[in-house]
């Protein structure tokens, strides 16, 4: 059944002043590193220089002699983790082997940042230095070092090492059969380097933790419920006694969907008896949180002179870091999802590796597949001498087409967002010397997830809705605005806050492009359950059925005009709540499904010096099927922050690991990202094709705008200089030595 | 009796089969009878999936409905960022 109902919206649509914005730009919101409490210590990590060893011993004694130290913890102060948790606790404190440079391996806690740091040094570590690889094609190779032994799933293929971890695949129809049908057959390898989320705040946390084992915890996530249950399954703890609370964050993307110091912060607050703050540093989290996928990927694309694809194949090979992942299967899943194919097969294998365990990074491995898969049409239209807009609407996918992935699609608008591009001035400009155009489409499934919510009326006719979904993206505005709408009131009179783990039921983070949808459709339905408490009491009042009693305009309005009652707004509603039978509230917790899927199209210029192999992008357009706009500034800025870090991932950024095993670039002065004075506007065009499973229409936009840049960067690229660039980051040198050896 | 269908490499879970029919009322009653019927299928089911009822995403719903006409895939458990 449709949740949609069409309707005019007053609220929805506007371009409403954000609640946290006198915050940041003063100084006066509160991040992560910005919680403090009395008497409370400092947190440093000790982490591995060697890429893989064998840790034989730890003597801390030096360390706990040190004045100012409290606290000196190794792997054997943390108990056995819950099932399904050992990865998450040995990736925040290194058991018998260190797996990858940067893996923590102890921790101290004393009075003041100098003097953990200094305990740190006398910290005596013995490793036995193992073999290592940081490559995804050396990894997979028969004879490389193996990382986990014992990992390798049931599925996967004959002929590879046993770092091939995890195998999954897709698809319909009989490529084979197609390819034959072909007027043109490409096969191509691509690859990508791993790219970090790029967070602008550290992870930090200040963390207490008693006896008994209650506790407190104060940190930037996206998602305080599941930071709460990862340190109780790490540390052996009851979710009730440990209350999390999130603060404004620094951005996330994805990375701060689980946990790094958060159990490490609680172990030393526990033997310190002190509340212990750890942050940390740029280093740090380059070294140890999480970096996306490295990528090896094969594809094999058919096309007919016609522009109908006649079949795809895609082989991925993602690079997980050093504890089995499930990204490939959404690098495999999302690959050929814009098209309706007849015959279509996608593999993907995940890699273990001396690298840091991977992490989410908005729409979890589909940026690397569709750049893959893009690319390869792209590379097949220039053969053929196609229009790729015009083969992209031939082979698009629409309502009722059966997708790559399996699922039959219901309404979206990916063919709209391809009609669009055609309209844009930009897709009919000229281009310049040395200047190329790229197209690139991008798909991502969204989700909703267990949510819960709380609105109340207050006695002023204002009303506040409690959530516990950190605000990354404004889904506090976007969420009061929902709500003014189903009232019918003017937004600045609801006011919504985020609450901790111990005031509000459970909610999976803010990850999934989940929120505005999610929490939204929860709030849209605590209020229509008070606005029926309202009915049953002003029917009462008023002598009539409650179906007597309608919500129109922002008040409650009695259908029987022989009774000549005025209609009463919310102030005049709330004023007399304890008289019609106390607070006036209504609580909404489910398991919030029917998220509609999100395509996008972008379309990217830029200039190649043919002299060093400089890449700029000098035009960029992005342009996404958003269900139904809340708020429109944020529905840019996510599309415009999506490009930006998609054309990161495609010019700049890059692990660079050197023989030894170890980060070579742990900073933001070796790994760049890009600044705004790098990049031209990026213009918006948002297309609204309603979400059936949302009351309002809404979907979910806050992944799918970083799926499609990387092929329109390396589309746009590849066409300035007449040379197809296979790798990225199209870095200075990598498009110099290409343009040099074409 | 509903129809799953199951794709790709899952496909060596329930026997090579690319669709199964099933008596089954919702997801709950779906996720109970897979790994009776196909005891291969028992680890990925606990480890979680997703499963897509009429083009929607389902990831824990128990008592979403399944109808005799209702397309289902199983597929691997949908996270995001």
Redesign the interface.
């Known amino acids: 059944m449709s949740e949609y109902q069409a309707r005019e919206f007053k609220v929805l649509g506007q371009r409403l002043k954000r609640p946290d914005g006198f915050d940041k730009v003063t100084g006066r919101a509160r991040y992560g590193a910005d919680v403090e409490a009395a008497g409370m210590l400092h947190g440093r990590i000790l982490r591995s220089p060697h890429a893989h060893a064998r840790i034989v011993s730890i003597d801390t004694s030096a360390a706990e002699a040190l004045n100012g130290v409290k606290a000196v913890i190794t792997r054997a102060d943390f108990p056995q983790a819950a099932k399904g948790y050992e990865d998450i606790q040995d990736n925040c404190m290194a058991g018998e082997r260190a797996l990858y440079d940067g893996h923590a391996v102890a921790a101290v806690a004393a009075t003041s940042k100098r003097i953990a740091k200094q305990a740190l040094k006398l910290i005596k570590v013995e490793y036995e230095v193992l073999p290592h690889v940081t490559g995804v094609e050396q990894a997979i190779a028969p004879g490389a070092p193996i990382v986990q032994p014992g990992k390798v799933s ?2 996967v293929p004959e002929g590879f090492s046993d770092n091939v971890v995890r ?6 129809g009989d490529v084979e059969a197609g390819f034959a049908k072909a007027d043109a057959v490409i096969e191509r390898e691509y690859r990508t380097e791993a790219s970090h ?1 790029g967070y602008i705040e550290p992870h930090a946390c200040l963390a207490t933790l008693d006896e008994d084992g209650r506790g407190d915890l104060w940190v930037c996530t996206q998602g305080h419920y599941f930071i709460r249950d990862m340190s109780c399954a790490v540390l052996g703890l009851e979710s009730a006694n440990l209350r999390v609370t999130a603060s404004e964050i620094g951005g996330g ?3 701060k ?1 689980t946990v790094f110091v958060e159990p490490v912060a609680l172990a030393l607050a526990k033997k310190s008896g002190h509340a212990v703050k750890l942050v940390m540093t740029r280093e740090e989290v380059l070294r140890a949180t999480g970096p996306t996928v490295s990528t090896y990927m094969q594809v094999k694309l058919g096309l007919n002179k016609d522009g109908i694809i006649t079949a795809a194949y895609a082989r991925l090979f993602y690079q997980a870091g050093a504890y089995k992942q ?1 990204t490939a ?2 690098g ?2 999302p690959a050929f999802a814009p098209y309706e194919l007849e015959n279509v ?3 993907g294998l995940d890699v273990i590796t001396n690298r840091p365990r991977t992490a ?5 491995g589909a940026p690397t597949a569709c750049y893959a898969a893009e690319s390869a049409i792209d590379e097949a239209c220039l053969e053929l001498g196609l229009d790729p807009l015009e083969v992209r609407l031939k082979n698009a996918a629409k309502e009722g087409t059966k997708s790559s ?6 309404d979206h608008g990916l063919i709209q967002c391809l009609e669009a591009v055609k309209d844009t001035e930009h897709w009919n400009a000229p281009l310049a010397a040395n200047q190329g155009r790229g197209l690139a489409a991008g798909f ?4 909703g ?2 949510t819960s919510v709380s609105v109340f009326l207050n006695t002023d006719g204002s009303v506040t809705v409690t959530e516990a979904n950190p605000d990354i993206g404004g889904s506090r505005a976007s969420i009061s605005m929902m709500v003014a709408e189903e009232f019918g009131i003017n937004y600045e009179q609801v006011r919504t806050t985020v609450t901790d783990t111990g005031s509000m039921g459970q909610n999976e983070p803010t ?4 929120v505005t949808f999610a929490v939204g459709m929860a709030a849209i339905k605590a209020s229509r359950e008070i606005k029926a408490d309202i009915q049953q009491r002003l029917a009462k009042m008023w002598d009539v059925s409650a179906d007597q009693v309608i919500w129109q305009d922002g008040k409650a309005h009695c259908t029987d005009n022989s009774k000549g009652i005025e209609p009463m707004s919310l102030p005049e509603i709330g004023a007399i709540a304890n008289n019609t039978g106390g607070p006036i509230g209504a609580h909404h917790g489910a ?1 919030m ?3 509609g899927v999100a395509f996008g199209v972008h379309i990217c210029d830029t200039e190649v010096d043919p002299e060093t192999g400089f890449v700029s992008v000098k035009r960029y357009t992005a342009i996404q099927d958003a269900g139904k706009m809340i708020q429109p500034d944020y529905v840019e800025g996510q599309l415009q922050g999506g490009a930006v870090q998609g054309i990161g991932w495609a010019l700049n950024e890059e692990y660079v690991y050197g023989d030894d095993g170890r980060l070579q670039n742990p900073g933001f002065l070796d790994y760049r990202i890009p600044v705004a004075s790098d990049m031209p506007m990026i213009d918006t065009v948002i297309v609204e094709v309603p979400n059936p ?1 949302h009351p309002f229409g809404v979907r979910g936009v806050g ?1 799918t705008p970083i799926v499609p840049p990387l092929a329109a960067v390396g589309n746009a690229v590849s066409r300035a200089t007449n040379v197809r660039l296979r790798h990225l980051p199209m870095s200075p040198p990598r498009v110099l030595a290409a343009i040099q050896s074409a | 009796m509903a129809h799953i269908q199951i794709f790709g490499s899952l496909r060596d879970l329930f026997d090579g089969q690319a669709a199964i029919e099933m008596d089954v009322r919702n997801l709950r009653d779906l996720l109970t009878k897979l790994p009776q019927a196909y005891p291969d299928c028992a680890e990925e089911i606990e480890e979680g999936v997703s499963v897509s009822i009429d083009g929607k995403i389902i990831n824990d719903d128990w008592f979403r409905p399944i109808h005799a006409d209702s397309e289902v895939v199983v597929l691997p458990r949908i996270v995001g960022g």
């Not at chain 1, 989410?360 to 979890?364: E, G, I, L």
């Not at chain 1, 991502?444 to 989700?447: C, D, K, P, T």
């Not at chain 1, 990850?511 to 989940?514: A, F, P, V």
């Open positions: 049931k599925r195998y999954t695949s897709f698809g319909h989320q993307f994805g990375g969907t499930g299967d959404f495999a899943m097969h996608t593999e989410s990074y908005r729409a979890p992935y399996g699922p039959t699609y219901q991502w499934f969204n989700f997830g267990e990850h999934g492009s989940r398991n499904e029917g998220a499973g992944e």
